[in-house]
Every structure is written in C-alpha cells, then in structure tokens.
C-alpha cells in the first residue's frame, strides 16, 4: 500500500512539475509543502530555498494582509486572476497574476494553493511604451499626427459602395462623437482610423491599444494610469487616456476588453474624465475613442463579449469595411497596386498579370481579405523570373484550385472534382516543401499520417 501510495506520490510530483505554470502551496501554518520549478524561476528563487519555509519568510515584503495565500486560508475563499507585486528573498521585484484555491480536506482547510502567471516582463515593456509615448511632446506650431500614417487617398477601391463609405467617414471624422468600426481581419480597420483620425480636427495624437495583447489585470493601468502607493511598487504614470488628451484612442479588438473594464470606460466616455488606479482624483480628458472590432456587434453582444450599454454609447457613427469577396473589381485593381509597389521594393520589373493567373485571383474568395491579397502579391513577386505573374507563381493555398483544366472538365461528378482538387493541392505542397511531408502536411494543415495516407492513394 505504501509503495502505491509513494508511486502516487511521484507521480503527482512529475505532472505538476511538468506544468508550465508556477505553482505553490501552503499548508495552515504557512510552511511551503509544493513549490515547482516553473515558480522557482518566476521568483528568482531554488526549490530548496522554499520547501518548508514560512510564506513571509521567503517574501518579506508581503504580510498577512497582503499575501494571496494566506488571505485565501483566511476567508476560505478563491481568488481568481488576482494581480499581486513583492519582493522574493534575494529583494528582486516580482509581478505576477494569480489564482489562489483553499485546500480543503474532510471539509476543513488544509492549506492554499496558488497558479500563478508572471507578467513582470510584460508590464515592463507595456509601461516602457507608455513612457515613450508620453514622451513625444506635441508641437504647437504643427498639427500633431503621431502614429497616423495613412490618409483616405490610402484607401484604394473601384467599389462604388466602398467608395460612398468614404466619402461618408471623411465627412464625419470632423465630429467628436465616438466611432465604431468593424469588419473581418485583413479588411484595413487600422488604415481606416488612422485616415480618420488624420481627417479630423483634433490636434493631439492618435494613440492604439489592442485590447486582446495585455492582460486583463495590466490594461487598466495602462489605459487609465496608476497612482503611487496603489499598489506595492506602484508609481504616478499617466494611462493612454491621458496620453491621448486632444487627440484620438484607438481601441482594437474592443470585445477582448473585460467586462468589467468595459463598464469603467463607459463611465469615462460619458463623464470625459479618468482616475488613475489607486486615486481618488479626476482627470478631465478631451479624448475621441474609436473602437474596432473583427467580428459582428450582434455576435459580441450574443456572447457577451460587448456590453449593450457601452456599445450604443459607441455606436454612435459606425463603419462595417465590405470584405474583399463583396469588392470583385478591387481583387485586379489591388493586385496591381502592390504589382507596382513590390517592384519599387524589391528592384523587379513584373509588367502585370497574365489571364489565367487573374482569373485565379478573381475566383479566390480571399478570407484573410486585403491582407491576403497583398501578402500573394509579395509571394509571387519575389518567386517569379519572368515579366508577367503566372499560375505558376501562386502560395501553395491559393494556387491550383481554379486551374482550367478543373472549369473545362463541367462533366466530372462532386467527387471525382474534389479529388481532383485535392491532388493538386497535395501535389503543390509537396512542391512548396520540396518533397519533406512534414513540412508538406503542416502547410495543408494536415496531419502527417492522413498526407502519407492520401500519397499512397494517389
């Protein structure tokens, strides 16, 4: 029984081990009983520097207060995505956000247990871009247009709506009122504010935060700034709010933004001013948010991913960028456009697009959009030798699939056609990764085995 239970044991210690998470445990005195090397190395720390000493010994700058574990013990209570700041034995400043569950055996607490993530380097780099940012000072003689690179001249298109879209964005980016802008990935959401943002009236920066790229515990420091003694090491750092006063914030990806953030910049947009974590003070701010985001209002607000009342307080002027697929006569149009940047780029002299290969690009239903296209565009331009871009120069994904030979053969059945498509696709990869399966199978997003399945099919 002993030796199961010592096997056990062992093998309970391997798999938290292997985790790629710090995670420390307590018991009710305090003593460390588990401590992995994921935690050791967030800590600056040894496993042996820590197993079976007193919490407050190992962190001398926490206290029973302070300590997520021993505040967890306290109240018999779980604390989830909690941001805490110290300092470890050796005096070295650790940042981290964590998860902290009472242990709880024969319905008593027997200790805690923390999942702990470290963010130090992060919130590091994130506060290091604010400084930058602050640091770049208006000039009062010239309108200040940081960040903003393009222009609505930038915004190419044939599309008679898209076109009209516009017109219209041109005409209201002299507001103040809130912008909402959504459209799938690759559409040109960040070139459409920027060229807003350059059309409008304000004179202070134009300033982005992609909402999904910082942790939920760090954005609303970054966005709204920090007070010193808010928290253990906490300075007075002014947010993206301040940052941005008389110019325009650009908020992507608005739906990765916490709830309960959400419901704080609401309150900001409502009463124009900000209070930096940990003050009591207001700052009042002349800021106009523009939002993006690359899915639907209505599917946000379905899944809740987007409060109701901050999105008819932003929904007040409102964009949707028309996919590619719904831009036909722009597919050419674009694909000549970066014809003739690539060349200046990368020294060549392509003249244009031959038939078959434009008929190909026509067909093309582009789900990354704009983006896609231009990054085909680059591809072909730097594989092909010859004056005109041919099939013959098409990525592996995109090439193949809408040969002539496939829209000549109209008496071929479903499946005879998709196997025919499948060949060609498997014999492009092939190609591409010059005959290495694995490479093949990770560019058709495959696995290996069903790719060496198919070949001996074939």
Known sequence: MNMIANMTEEFMGAILGSIDEAIHAVNTQGNTIYYNGVAA??????????????????????????????????????????TQSFLNLHGKRIETVNTTLPIVVNGKVAGAVEIAKDYSRLKELAERLVDIQGSIKPNASKRVRQSAKYTFSDLLTKNPEFAQLKVRAEKLSKSHSPIFVFGESGTGKELFVHAIHQASKRNGPLIAQNC?????????????GTSKGSYTGAVDRPGLFELADGGTLFLDELHAMPIELQAKLLRVLEDGAVRRVGSVNVINVDVRVISAMNVHPVTALEKRQ?????????NVLTFELMPLRERKEDVLFLAETFIDQFNTLLGKEIAGIETTAAEILSAHSWPGNVRELKHAIEYMMNVCEESMLSAEDFPAMITKGHSRKECSQSSLSLKDKLREYEGQLIKAAMSESQGNIQKAASILGIPRQTLQYKLRKQ
């Open 41 to 82: 190395k967030h800590d600056g720390l040894e496993i042996e520097e820590v197993i079976g000493k007193h919490l407050l010994d190992i962190y001398p700058s926490l206290n029973e207060k302070t300590s997520t574990l021993l505040h967890v013990m306290k109240t018999e209570k779980p604390l989830y995505n909690k």
């Open 212 to 224: 999904a790229a910082i942790p939920e515990s760090l954005l609303e420091s970054i966005l709204f």
């Open 306 to 314: 987007l409060r109701e009342d901050l999105f008819y307080r932003l």
